[in-house]
Every structure is written in C-alpha cells, then in structure tokens.
C-alpha cells in the first residue's frame, strides 16, 4: 500500500482519503474524485484498493486521490 509520506506520494498529493487532498496545493480537486472511479485505477468495484500504474507494484486506497486523477471513460 502507498504511504503518504512517500516522496512520490507526497510529489502527487496523493491522500488515502480523497477528501483530505491538499486543495490549496493542488486546484484540481473536486469533491467525488477518488482512485475508484480514476481512469488509471485497477482495482475492482467494491475492493478497498487497487493498483495504480503511477504506484507499479503498488496498491492505492478506492477513497484515495492524486493530481494525476483522470476521468474514467
Ligand atoms: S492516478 Fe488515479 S488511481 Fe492513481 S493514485 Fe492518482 S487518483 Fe488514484
């Protein structure tokens, strides 16, 4: 699982809980997005994390968040 307090984490502003993203360091966050429902994440509906290729080897939380957050499709 990703730490926080990784530096590529903390490079992304990935949060394990989307709603303490850091709005005032990244403006792109916008209430409902998290990993779940990112277009990079690779985890299973319902499942609590998943992999993300930014993370390789690496799970992310579904309620997490990152600046890299993508729309899914
Ligand atoms: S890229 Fe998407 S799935 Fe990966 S950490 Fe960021 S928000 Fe989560």
Redo the contacts with the bound molecule.
């Keep these: 699982m ?1 730490n926080e307090k990784d530096p590529q984490a903390m490079a ?1 502003g ?1 949060v394990a809980q989307a709603t303490r993203a850091d709005t005032t360091r990244f403006k792109t966050y916008l209430a409902g ?3 779940s429902n ?4 690779q985890g299973k509906a319902g499942e609590a994390s998943g992999l ?4 390789a080897g690496r799970q ?1 939380a579904a309620a ?7 729309k899914k499709g």
């Design positions: 990703v992304l990935y997005n998290q990993c990112c277009a990079l994440y993300c290729p930014l993370f992310v997490g968040w990152c600046n890299s957050w993508v």
